[in-house]
């Protein structure tokens, strides 16, 4: 189950990474070292799923990485982006980290809604791209041979047994209980 989980979050990831990166102005990093860039480099971000991923010598290393753009790129701010954060915010990133102090005037924690509504200059960007998913999904299960490419496993079981007692679609139940503090998501 721990691997179908982080199997499930890599795709996750990647698939925010593309479509951010998709983004008129913007560029995934593939393997560069950052996730996402504005192509004049006034951007760099890391993007993580979810706020809790990292251990304490993680989260150094990748302040330092941050810190280490910004100081290269003098225009630059640079973000540590959690998609599931929880709550919505953007702010600076500061504190201690392993016991030391860092900060640094151009190096920020953002919410997955605030960073797609940040890229894309629209407020609600990422209920926005929510909302279209299911269209995306049946475009897809139905060119896909669904006997192939679909497996049962627990965690859509379970999602599945939720839903039945919740009365939410699929998607419903899985952004309510992950995104209901977020911009537009209270429109559910």
Same mark, same amino acid.
């Given at each position: 189950?721990r691997?179908i989980d982080?199997?499930?979050n890599n795709s996750?990831?990647t698939f925010?990474? #593309?479509?951010l990166?998709?983004?008129?102005?913007?560029e995934?990093g593939n393997?560069s070292g950052y996730?996402?860039?504005? #192509?004049?480099d006034?951007l760099?971000a890391?993007?993580?799923?979810?706020h809790?991923?990292?251990?304490?010598?993680?989260?150094?290393a990748?302040?330092?990485k941050?810190a280490?753009?910004?100081n290269?790129y003098k225009?630059a701010?640079?973000y540590w982006?959690?998609i599931l954060a929880k709550r919505?915010f953007?702010?600076?990133?500061?504190?201690?980290?392993n016991?030391?102090?860092?900060?640094?005037?151009?190096?920020y924690k953002?919410?997955?809604?605030q960073?797609y509504a940040?890229?894309?200059?629209q407020?609600?960007?990422?209920f926005q791209?929510?909302?279209?998913?299911?269209?995306a999904?049946?475009?897809?299960l139905?060119?896909a041979d669904?006997k192939?490419?679909?497996a049962?496993n627990?965690?859509?079981?379970?999602?599945?047994s939720?839903?039945?007692?919740s009365k939410?679609?699929?998607?419903?139940?899985i952004?309510?209980?992950?995104?209901?503090y977020?911009?537009?998501?209270?429109?559910?």
């Amino acid at each position: 189950m721990r691997q179908i989980d982080k199997s499930i979050n890599n795709s996750i990831g990647t698939f925010h990474e #593309q479509i951010l990166g998709g983004i008129k102005g913007f560029e995934a990093g593939n393997l560069s070292g950052y996730d996402i860039k504005a #192509q004049d480099d006034t951007l760099f971000a890391d993007i993580k799923n979810k706020h809790n991923t990292m251990n304490s010598s993680a989260a150094e290393a990748l302040f330092q990485k941050l810190a280490r753009y910004a100081n290269d790129y003098k225009k630059a701010k640079c973000y540590w982006v959690q998609i599931l954060a929880k709550r919505s915010f953007c702010e600076l990133w500061s504190g201690n980290i392993n016991g030391k102090e860092y900060s640094h005037s151009r190096v920020y924690k953002i919410s997955g809604d605030q960073f797609y509504a940040l890229l894309s200059e629209q407020e609600d960007a990422m209920f926005q791209l929510y909302k279209a998913l299911p269209i995306a999904i049946k475009d897809y299960l139905t060119s896909a041979d669904q006997k192939k490419e679909i497996a049962e496993n627990s965690a859509l079981d379970e999602i599945k047994s939720k839903t039945k007692k919740s009365k939410r679609s699929i998607l419903d139940q899985i952004t309510f209980e992950n995104y209901s503090y977020y911009l537009g998501f209270d429109r559910l």
